[in-house]
C-alpha cells in the first residue's frame, strides 16, 4: 500500500523559506515518480514540481519563477519542496503524491505537474500559512 506523510508546514513571514517532506513507504519508490501539489480554500488543487521516477528529470509549473526546489533523497525514500521568497498567496495546504511510472508510461516528464488527475496516491497534506 502506497503511504505517503508530508511534513515541514508552518506558518512564516512573506520572503521567508520552508522546506516540505514527503516520506514514502510501502511500495518499490523507484518505479514512482512523485509530485508536490497544493490547494488553497475555495480553488482546485494545483500541481506545483514533480520529479520522475529513480530521479529521472524535475519539472515545474511554470508559475512558480524557480522559487521552488524539488529533490529527492533515495536513501531515505524522501522527496523534499524547498520554497523561497514565500508569498502570502503561496498560503495553502500542500500535497505529495505518487504515480507508478513504467514504459511509455512516463507522467511526470510527459505530463508535468499540471495534469493533477494523474497522480493516484496521496499523501494527508500540510498546511503552510504565510503572513505579510
Known amino acids: 500500500e502506497v503511504q505517503l506523510v508530508e511534513s515541514g508546514g508552518g506558518l512564516v513571514q512573506a520572503g521567508g523559506s520552508l522546506r516540505l517532506s514527503c516520506a514514502a513507504s510501502?511500495?518499490?519508490?523507484?518505479?514512482?515518480?512523485i509530485g508536490w501539489f497544493r490547494q488553497a480554500p475555495g480553488k482546485e488543487r494545483e500541481g506545483l514540481s514533480c520529479?520522475?521516477?529513480?530521479?529521472?528529470?524535475?519539472y515545474y509549473a511554470d508559475s512558480l519563477k524557480g522559487r521552488f526546489t524539488i529533490s529527492m533523497a533515495n536513501a531515505k525514500k524522501t522527496v523534499y519542496l524547498q520554497m523561497n521568497s514565500l508569498k502570502p498567496e503561496d498560503t495553502a495546504v500542500y500535497y505529495c503524491?505518487?504515480?507508478?511510472?513504467?514504459?511509455?508510461?512516463?507522467?511526470?516528464?510527459?505530463?508535468?505537474?499540471?495534469?493533477?488527475?494523474?497522480?493516484?496516491?496521496w499523501g494527508q497534506g500540510t498546511q503552510v500559512t504565510v503572513s505579510s
Open positions: 503524491a505518487a504515480v507508478r511510472e513504467s514504459y511509455p508510461y512516463y507522467y511526470c516528464s510527459g505530463y508535468g505537474p499540471e495534469r493533477v488527475s494523474t497522480w493516484g496516491s
Open positions: 510501502g511500495f518499490t519508490f523507484d518505479d514512482y515518480a
Open positions: 520529479i520522475g521516477r529513480n530521479d529521472d528529470g524535475t
